[in-house]
């Protein structure tokens, strides 16, 4: 699997360095695709924030 990686080609104004996100918010996390990427992420060390519903929902 690819690693995913996410470079600003800018440059903060501060100090001239790349901006790196090592962060990702995903949408549906309880899903069959959600939950896969949540688990893919995390394996890439990447920060996962995740939002789901509630089970009376679902």
């Not at 901006?19 to 069959?32: E, Q, R």
């Amino acid at each position: 699997m690819v690693k995913a990686s996410f470079v600003f080609e800018g440059c903060s104004q501060r100090n001239q360095t790349p901006i790196t996100m090592d962060k990702v918010f995903v949408t549906g996390a309880n899903g069959l695709l959600g939950t896969n990427l949540v688990v893919k992420f995390t394996e890439q060390g990447f920060a996962v924030s995740a939002l789901v519903r509630k089970k009376k929902v679902l």
